[in-house]
């Protein structure tokens, strides 16, 4: 069964430390990404990969980095924790050349900054 | 891409229709509409994505109108499972690099018992 992984389903951080998100997909697909899910705010898109090493900022990029090394891995980097990064990240992965067919998406992971 | 108009909420009796109304006026005619659905504590799901004929799989039907300025998503025979956000996303179909969706604050189907 095809997937994406995230490495972890619930995590907490304190405030100032740099935390890593894991995002792994065993699907050979070109596309990955990162969003972030709150409230009342539905699902914005963060940054988003179309190649190895390639990254483009999404709608709310700021206080996040990306590093994808490897096609199968997109790791979310948050520099310095802070409260208002306390969400729920949804990493998914798609086929170049899709447009909006075939997302698959990762369980998520829920981050509690504190 | 269009930007989609969906309703906060909606409710439905279990084993009835659910009719899933988008409003996607500005689409152009290299957009498609497609629908992915969120169950609690879960990841977005594809559903079905049409152009401009009505469209029917497994899980559901898609009619668009013939001016292709609104949608409804149709899920036959509505169960609990059922339960879910559906997102409404108005996109061309395929790009080389630009493939990312924005998936807005869809509608949430509450399936009554």
């Known amino acids: 069964d095809v997937k994406v992984t995230q490495s972890s389903r619930y995590l907490v951080k304190r405030t100032g430390e740099k935390v890593f998100l894991e995002c792994v997909q065993d699907m050979d697909h070109e596309n990955m990404f990162w969003y972030r899910q709150d409230p009342g705010l539905g699902l914005r898109l963060i940054y988003f990969s179309y190649d190895v090493k390639m990254k483009e900022k999404g709608d709310i990029p700021e206080g996040y980095s990306v590093s994808r090394e490897k096609k199968e891995r997109f790791s979310l980097i948050l520099e310095s924790a802070s409260t208002n990064q306390t969400s729920m990240y949804l990493c998914a992965s798609s086929t170049a050349g899709t447009g909006g067919l075939g997302y698959t998406f990762g369980s998520g992971t829920r981050l509690t900054v504190v | 891409d269009a930007k989609t108009t969906q309703p906060t909420s909606m409710d439905c009796a279990e084993g009835r229709a659910a009719n899933l109304p988008c409003n996607h006026s500005?689409?152009?005619?290299?957009?498609?509409v497609y629908w992915y659905r969120q169950i609690h504590s879960q990841g977005p799901q594809y559903i079905i994505h049409?152009?401009?004929n009505n469209e029917t799989n497994e899980m559901a039907s898609l009619i668009i109108t013939e001016d292709r300025k609104s949608s409804t998503l149709i899920l036959p025979h509505a169960t609990l499972r059922d339960t879910a956000v559906y997102y409404c996303?108005?996109?061309?179909?395929?790009?080389?690099?630009?493939?990312?969706?924005?998936f807005g604050k869809g509608t949430r189907l509450h399936i009554l018992p």
């Open positions: 996303i108005v996109r061309v179909a395929s790009t080389n690099r630009d493939d990312k969706i924005i």
């Open positions: 500005t689409i152009s005619g290299n957009e498609y």
């Open positions: 049409g152009l401009k």
